[in-house]
């Protein structure tokens, strides 16, 4: 089955600091979303993608789809303590595919102590 | 407007018992799913439905795992009996009809001892 590959696994955070992450698959996705899930709750959808190059932003939160659609990447500009939680990617072929979510593993951003 | 509701929150059993799960989705949806997530790991689709009919359940482990959406509303998801390595969240989600936003409850944290 589809896998996705989400790196790094986990990351420290100082307030004011960029951060990236990124996630690859080893199939095309129509769709690249990416979600943030807190303690005790279920995931919140962040940004979603629709098209191979796009570029999007969601406040200091900027994702791409890329070029291959077997790639994407979310960057958070000038973190705050907030930010902390898991990041997911998650992958969607359609509508034809029922929607269904592939979900990589995660990347947890906690902070620097 | 209401989210995705779920109960109970946690549940401890031992293994080889049984246990059920509920969910009520975001009035209007009529897609819903069932998610397992395992510690560390990002969710994985066990169940979709479409209204009260099953569209997707190939990642549903049936010798145990049985799930119901009889009124197209609420669902509930049952494992019998269960084992030790079904210790995760189960969590649910719904969306509407044609969308791709799926909208997540808080999940049930399961633990099997």
């Known amino acids: 089955g589809q896998q996705l590959n989400q790196s790094p696994q986990s990351m420290f955070i100082q307030e004011g600091e960029d951060v990236s992450m990124n996630c690859t698959s080893s199939?095309?996705?129509?769709?690249w979303l990416w979600y943030k899930q807190e303690p005790g709750e279920g995931p919140v959808l962040l940004i979603a993608?629709?098209?191979?190059?796009e570029l999007t932003s969601n406040g200091r939160l900027t994702a791409q789809f890329g070029i291959t659609r077997k790639d994407s990447f979310l960057n958070i500009s000038a973190s705050i303590p907030s930010d902390v939680g898991i990041y997911f990617c998650?992958?969607?072929?359609?509508?034809?595919?029922?929607?269904?979510?592939?979900f990589g593993g995660g990347t947890r951003v906690l902070v620097k102590p | 407007e209401a989210g995705v509701a779920q109960s109970p929150r946690y549940k401890i059993i031992e293994k080889r018992q049984s246990v059920a799960f509920w969910c009520n989705p975001i009035?209007?949806?009529?897609?819903l799913y069932w998610y397992q997530q395992i510690l560390g790991q990002g969710p994985k689709l066990l169940i979709q439905?479409?209204?009260?009919?099953?569209?997707?359940d190939s990642q549903l482990p049936k010798d145990r795992f049985s799930a119901e959406r009889l009124k197209g509303v609420d669902s509930t998801l049952k494992i019998q009996p269960a084992k030790l390595e079904d210790s995760a969240v189960y969590l649910c989600?719904?969306?509407?009809?044609?969308?791709?936003?799926?909208?997540f409850g808080p999940g049930t944290r399961l633990t099997v001892l």
């Open positions: 989600a719904s969306t509407l009809a044609g969308s791709n936003e799926q909208f």
């Open positions: 199939s095309i996705f129509n769709t």
């Open positions: 993608l629709y098209k191979a190059g």
């Open positions: 998650a992958g969607q072929l359609g509508e034809a595919a029922g929607n269904k979510l592939t």
């Open positions: 009035s209007g949806h009529a897609t």
């Open positions: 439905f479409q209204n009260n009919g099953v569209v997707d």
